[in-house]
């Protein structure tokens, strides 16, 4: 089993409406988790990082954890053609971050 | 801002050259990572440090290895470049692991091996 799984995309959304983006995690000790947002050809850059139950709010994105569920997801509210990447979960465990495979979101104008 | 610094951006080696990607960080930070990312296969840890002359292997470390004689700077090596380490290979720093930190990357360097 995977350590980090995310659901599978690609998602395509249309301009204006909300992404949802999930992420699963086995290790149970987990205490800190992040979004990462990676466009074409870049390298991944922190968009939110969250440490504690329920919900995390930074501008258009709402961060959400479950830790007893082990499941963190994502909300891009009012989603825009900027937002067009691939968004990868990370999860830190034993010294290092753990990567999900990402999941690629095409917004439509 | 941590900035992590990548020596290239592209790169293009010959099979059985050794190569050397270099990464440079400016804030001070104790771990320093080395991943490849291919599509379909995200990113895979090939090595990490949590301290100068300190190395932990990855995921992935064959055909690899590192080298942290200063803070500030996390090398890694191909020993002898295959065509299967064609690959973007990117670079982070952080200031603590298990932390609320997270990673910051550098831009990346995209080797080629031909």
């Known amino acids: 089993q995977k350590e980090v799984e995310q659901n599978s995309g690609p998602l395509s959304v249309p301009e204006g409406a909300i992404a949802s983006l999930n992420c699963t995690y086995s290790?149970?000790?987990?205490?800190?988790f992040f979004w990462y947002r990676q466009y074409s050809g870049k390298s991944p850059e922190l968009i939110m990082s969250?440490?504690?139950?329920g919900d995390k709010e930074d501008g258009r994105f709402t961060a959400q954890l479950n830790k007893a569920s082990q499941y963190v997801s994502l909300l891009i509210r009012d989603s825009q053609p900027s937002d067009s990447a691939t968004y990868l979960c990370?999860?830190?465990?034993?010294?290092?971050?753990?990567f999900g495979a990402g999941t690629t979101v095409t917004v439509r104008a | 801002d941590v900035k992590v610094t990548q020596s290239s951006r592209y790169l293009v080696k010959r099979t059985g050259e050794k190569v050397f990607l270099e990464c440079v960080q400016d804030?001070?930070?104790?771990?320093m990572f080395w991943y490849r990312q291919d599509p379909g296969l995200g990113l895979r840890l090939i090595y990490f440090?949590?301290?100068?002359?300190?190395?932990e292997k990855g995921d992935i470390p064959e055909g690899y290895s590192v080298s942290r004689e200063k803070k500030e700077r996390f090398s890694l090596i191909l020993e002898s470049a295959s065509t299967n380490q064609t690959s973007m290979y990117l670079c982070?720093?952080?200031?603590?692991?298990?932390?609320?930190?997270?990673?910051?990357f550098g831009s990346g360097t995209r080797l080629t091996v031909v």
């Open positions: 982070a720093s952080s200031l603590s692991i298990p932390s609320g930190y997270g990673y910051t």
């Open positions: 804030m001070d930070h104790e771990n």
């Open positions: 990370a999860v830190v465990g034993d010294y290092k971050l753990s």
């Open positions: 969250i440490y504690s139950n």
């Open positions: 290790d149970r000790v987990s205490q800190s």
């Open positions: 440090s949590y301290d100068v002359k300190m190395k």
